[in-house]
């Protein structure tokens, strides 16, 4: 088979370098996911391979000096992600990775809505396009940041009049009535990574402001019974914990001009009976329902510290060994989904 392999040099402009990444992991990347080879050279690049792959690394390059012109600078994991997701896409550029970014971001949020994998892009586009969303995977896979950062966006638009954050209120095995203080310093930790990412996006004095006007609203599942949320962004975290009951009530709230989004990681189910999630339930009985899209993240996705990619994927090998020896998988389900085992008993 004839390939047509060209070389080509490629001239550095000032500051370009940072797109080398560290120790020149974009450049490892590059080579690696497109079967090339980059060379350094006192007048910059030398580039060989196939011609379609070192267009596309000019292009990357071009890309990158285009944005950084125009004032987004783009450094370390962030400018990682973003190469990596350039690269695993032939269609898809730096540049229109960015923008898209920017259009999604309104004025306002301080941080770009960004995606960094593909999964994550693909989950970004479904919220935009279905009234209810599904997002779920792995621990640190921007679920819940990302969703977060969609809804700061349409409040900020004025696409919504409001955001309101929802988690159940059940964490490995513990109840409310035990923790001491009121009702809301008693929800207020199980709520926490919701704060902490809405503090993360927008100012603290503005979070405040909307908080005690009721324009974003943190509160545990149990109080959207009997409420109808319209014009509303609505996000339900952690719903892996929630019981069939909780889901269906939850999914039959939303309102005209509202949208849902709901995450959760199905090896992370604290209920007594794991087969009684209400998310995993959903995810069976929903899935070909009009309106509604899924995603599902994997290990790769993981955004946090590389270890904790690793980490994730260890876990997720030991929990398929042993449903496999204690016939808890169902094969009807979707491969990506597995049925945690029950809690040991107490003795």
């Given amino acids: 088979m004839v390939t047509n392999r060209v070389k080509s040099s490629l001239e550095i402009s000032p500051n370009t370098e940072a797109l080398f990444g560290l120790r020149d992991e974009n450049l490892h990347l590059m080579e690696q996911t497109l079967g090339v080879t980059i060379d350094l050279r006192s007048h910059g690049l030398e580039i060989a391979g196939e011609a379609e792959a070192v267009e596309r690394i000019q292009r990357i390059f071009s890309d990158f000096d285009s944005l950084r012109r125009s004032g987004i600078q783009l450094a370390g994991p962030e400018l990682n992600a973003l190469v990596k997701l350039a690269l695993s896409d032939p269609n898809v550029t730096l540049k229109q990775i ?115 006007k009721g324009i974003i609203e943190i509160a545990p599942l149990a109080f959207m019974r009997g409420r109808t949320l319209s014009d509303a962004f609505i996000i339900m975290d952690e719903a892996q914990n929630t019981t069939i009951e909780q889901m269906k009530m939850f999914t039959t709230r939303l309102g005209a001009g509202s949208k849902a989004v709901i995450t959760g990681d199905l090896t992370q189910i604290d209920l007594p009976n794991p087969k009684r999630s209400g998310l995993l339930d959903a995810l069976n009985i929903l899935q070909e329902v009009e309106g509604i899209r899924f995603t599902h993240f994997e290990d790769v996705d993981v955004v946090r510290h590389n270890l904790v990619q690793r980490i994730v994927r260890a876990y997720d090998t030991h929990a398929r060994q042993q449903q496999l020896s204690l016939g808890l998988v169902d094969s009807g389900l979707d491969s990506r989904v597995s049925v945690p085992p029950p809690p040991p008993k107490m003795q």
């Fill in 98 to 212: 960015v923008d898209s970014g920017r259009q999604r971001t309104a004025t306002g949020v301080k941080r770009m809505v960004n995606p960094r994998s593909t999964n994550q892009r693909k989950y970004v586009e479904n919220i935009e396009a279905a009234d209810m969303t599904f997002g779920i995977g792995p621990a640190g896979t921007g679920k819940t940041y990302l969703a977060v950062a969609m809804a700061a966006s349409a409040l900020m638009a004025k696409k919504v009049s409001r955001i309101i954050l929802v988690r159940p209120a059940v964490e490995a095995g513990e109840r409310l009535g035990f923790l001491p203080g009121s009702l809301q310093e008693k929800v207020d930790p199980y709520l926490r990574p919701l704060y902490d990412a809405l503090y993360d996006l927008l100012d603290k004095e503005k979070v405040d402001k909307m908080l005690e």
